[in-house]
């Protein structure tokens, strides 16, 4: 909870529990008197509303009335300031809201060199903890508030706006951006977003994601430097982009594969050296066959044997013995599927079940 909201929320429920325990009171008080609930109810509600109908009941006798004045006391001072905390509440998270939306444009209005990240969706959200941890600006624009809520909840600069417009990017510094990465899962709305900013920003570097294979052309058409198909890309494409003539050397030095590791987080992959242990449930299988038994999980790239050799490009037939070194691309979130390579040392048994 925003700490600067927390009192006038906070008074604001007092102040509803405050007179509901003075209404369940004083209707308590006037049914153990003989009446009815409903009665009770209606009378109590007129009282604390200061509304004033009329008597349900003639009010005679002490105790009637010492409930009555009662409750006149004080439903009437819990309204009052049921009222003035709701008018609180209202008022300062309009304000807050004002001061936070200026604060948020002047930070976007500061940034240059950055990164403009059109749509916080899965992929969005992958980019943007990438670009967190590599310590580059960057500002989310996107229309949907519920998601633009998780971003502020993460502290990323947004903006609620259609990238599709060109107000949008202006606002968002896309004349000083160093780069903008639109990845909604609307080709047609990437293309125009492509187009938008290359417009005005001809030396921007323009990443767009693709869902249909024609759109590629499109979008390199528009002025896309690159083209992601995270939902059609194939396996000779992601050894197209990791693989070196010697992958173990290539593997050594990660400056040199930084830009196609960053390309296969972006696609929600991740990049494993790993050795198959003996007596893994793995061991002794083939390729075809440890991918089919890992729910193709992941997929091999290449294998080493455990002689020094360079290694070799992965064949579905190839078998891998114990002590071979594997390269392989896995889906982010199912390193479980890695466990089969390995043995689990305080009980001997295998990873995973063949």
């Not at 004083?26 to 008597?55: C, H, K």
């Not at 259609?162 to 968002?172: K, N, P, R, S």
């Not at 050795?275 to 893994?280: H, I, R, Y």
């Amino acid at each position: 909870m925003n700490t600067a909201l927390g009192r006038p929320l906070r008074n604001l429920i007092g102040g509803i529990l405050f007179v509901l325990c003075v209404m369940a009171g004083a209707i308590g008080a006037y049914m153990s008197r003989g009446w009815s609930f409903g009665d009770a109810l209606y009378f109590t509600v007129l009282t604390v509303f200061t509304v004033g109908y009329g008597e349900v009941h003639p009010i005679t006798g002490p105790a009637l009335r010492g409930i009555t004045i009662g409750l006149i006391v004080l439903g009437c001072s819990g309204t009052i300031f049921l009222t003035g905390a709701l008018v609180q509440f209202i008022a300062f998270s309009q304000i807050n809201d004002i001061l936070g939306t200026r604060r948020m444009k002047s930070q976007i209005e500061a940034l240059s060199d950055h990164v403009i990240i059109c749509g916080y969706g899965r992929i969005g959200t992958m980019l943007a903890h990438e670009l967190t941890n590599g310590r580059v600006r960057f500002v989310i624009l996107d229309r949907d508030e519920e998601r633009l809520a998780e971003a502020r909840a993460e502290g990323f600069a947004c903006m609620r706006a259609d990238a599709t417009e060109e107000d949008a990017l202006q606002q968002a510094g896309v004349a000083r951006a160093r780069a903008l990465a639109t990845v909604l899962p609307d080709d047609a709305a990437n293309v125009f977003i492509t187009l938008s900013a290359r417009s005005l920003n001809d030396t921007l570097t323009i990443i767009a994601r693709g869902e249909a294979p024609s759109t590629e052309r499109k979008l390199l058409q528009a002025g896309a430097d690159r083209v992601v198909l995270p939902t059609h890309i194939g396996a000779e494409r992601i050894a197209e982009i990791i693989l070196y003539p010697d992958m173990s050397e290539a593997l050594r030095r990660p400056e040199e594969n930084e830009e196609a590791a960053h390309g296969l987080r972006l696609l929600g992959l991740e990049l494993h050296v790993l050795t198959m242990e003996a007596g893994s449930a793995f061991a002794g299988a083939r390729i075809q066959e440890i991918e089919r038994r890992a729910e193709h999980g992941f997929l091999i790239l290449s294998v080493q044997a455990r002689q020094a050799g360079a290694a070799r490009r992965a064949e579905p037939d190839m078998r891998v013995e114990a002590g071979a070194g594997l390269t392989l691309v896995a889906r982010t979130g199912r390193a479980v599927a890695l466990e089969g390579f390995r043995v689990t040392a305080r009980t001997g048994r295998t990873g995973v079940r063949g």
